[in-house]
């Protein structure tokens, strides 16, 4: 996979400022507020920076925490983890693997087989219908 590289001044210029917010400054968006958190139709969700393949709709399900949540990524060239001591907290990051995008973080509470919950950002994502 090609990597996209852009400094945070050529994000900022092409991105929405809420985006930017979320994706290139570690932001969060308010908890039931996302445009994804209660959405259910079938397709793929994207990077809404670059457009990489994240999750597929068929691992989405509502953990009630007021972000979109799915319990395994699309494939290994979705996401990878970082550290995240912000906050006061010890955290996994989720990021977007193509372009290091924010895209929230994961936690060992979801549902099973995986036991995952990538607690994802709506903002951060874009959707494709199938």
Known sequence: MKKVQKTKEEWKKILPKDQFCI???KGTE???SGKYNKFYEKGTYKCSDCGNVL???ETKYDSGS???SFREKASED???F???NSHGMLRTEVVCKKCGAHLGHIFEDGPQPSGKRY???SLSLDFAKK
Do not use: H, K, M
């Open 23 to 25: 994706t290139r400054e």
């Open 30 to 32: 308010p908890p039931f």
């Open 55 to 57: 999750f597929n709709s």
């Open 66 to 68: 007021g972000w979109p």
């Open 78 to 80: 979705s996401v990878e």
């Open 82 to 84: 970082r550290q995240d």
């Open 119 to 121: 607690c994802i950002n």
